[in-house]
C-alpha cells in the first residue's frame, strides 16, 4: 500500500508541474541600420531623389519568426515584417496624412512583400509597387525585468514563481525614413517608455501581456511624435530651405 501510494504521490507531481503555465516574452526588435547591404562609401554618396508631397509607405519589422499572444510576422531571413497593428493607435496614423507635404500613407502588407527577407532594399522594392516616395520603417523592442533581472527575448516566465518585487516592462521603438528610389536616409526617431507593477501582479498570462502592449504602445505613440517633429524639419530642409 505504502508503494501505490508513493507512486500516486509522484504522480500527482509529475501532472502539477506539467500544468504550470508559462510566458514566453516575445522575440526582439531590429537593427534597421544593420540591415543595409551597402558599403560606407556608397551610403555616403546616396542623395534624397523624393519629390514632395511625398506619399509615405509604412512597415513594422521584428526578429525572423516574431510572435507575440496578439501578433505573428510573416517572411523568414534576417527579418520578418508585422503586418497587423496590435499596439499602434489608428489615430496616430491618421495624424501623420495632415502633417504638412504628405500626399499619403501606406501600409505594406504580406501581397507587397516576398518572403525572403534580408536587407531594406527588399522593403524599398514593396514600396515601390505601392508607388511610394518615402518609406517609414520600425521595429519595436521589448524587454522584462523583475528588480536589476533582464529577461530578454524568448525568455520563459513561469506563473506563481515570481518574488513580490518590482517589476516592469521597457520597449523602444525606433525606425528610420528612407528614400525608396535612392535608399537615403533622411532621419531617425526613437522613443522608450515603461510600465511598472508589482511582480506578483504578473500571476497570469493575459496580466503579463496587458504590460507589454501598455509600453508598446506607449512606446510607438512617443515614436510617432518624434516623427513629427523630424518630418518638419524635413520639410524645413528639403522644400523651405
Request: glycine share 8%; net charge negative.
Amino acid at each position: 500500500m505504502k508503494l501505490k501510494l508513493t507512486a500516486v504521490f509522484g504522480g500527482l507531481l509529475l501532472l502539477m508541474s506539467g500544468c504550470a503555465v508559462n510566458y514566453t516574452t516575445p522575440a526582439g526588435g531590429v537593427d534597421i541600420g544593420a540591415l543595409s547591404d551597402d558599403d560606407i562609401a556608397t551610403l555616403m554618396s546616396l542623395e534624397p531623389a523624393s519629390e514632395f508631397p511625398a506619399g509615405i509607405a509604412v512597415v513594422r519589422i521584428q526578429a525572423s519568426g516574431y510572435s507575440s499572444r496578439t501578433n505573428d510576422s510573416y517572411g523568414g531571413g534576417k527579418f520578418s515584417v508585422v503586418t497587423v497593428r496590435d499596439i499602434e493607435d489608428e489615430e496616430d496614423i491618421k495624424n501623420l496624412i495632415k502633417l504638412p507635404m504628405v500626399a499619403g500613407i501606406a501600409p505594406l502588407n504580406r501581397v507587397l512583400i516576398q518572403s525572403n527577407l534580408q536587407s531594406i532594399k527588399d522593403l524599398r522594392l514593396s514600396a515601390a509597387r505601392l508607388k511610394a516616395d518615402m518609406l517609414l520603417v520600425y521595429s519595436v523592442d521589448t524587454s522584462f525585468h523583475v528588480e536589476s533581472t533582464s529577461l530578454g527575448p524568448l525568455s520563459v516566465i513561469t506563473l506563481g514563481t515570481l518574488p513580490n518585487h518590482k517589476a516592469y516592462v521597457s520597449a523602444t521603438t525606433s525606425g528610420a525614413l528612407i528614400d525608396v528610389r535612392t535608399g537615403y536616409v533622411y532621419g531617425a526617431s526613437e522613443a522608450t517608455e515603461r510600465e511598472q507593477q508589482r511582480s506578483n501582479v504578473w500571476s497570469t498570462q493575459e496580466a503579463i501581456d496587458a504590460a507589454r502592449i501598455q509600453a508598446e504602445s506607449a512606446s510607438f505613440k512617443g515614436f510617432i511624435q518624434d516623427f513629427e517633429v523630424m518630418w518638419k524639419s524635413i520639410v524645413e530642409q528639403y522644400i523651405d530651405g
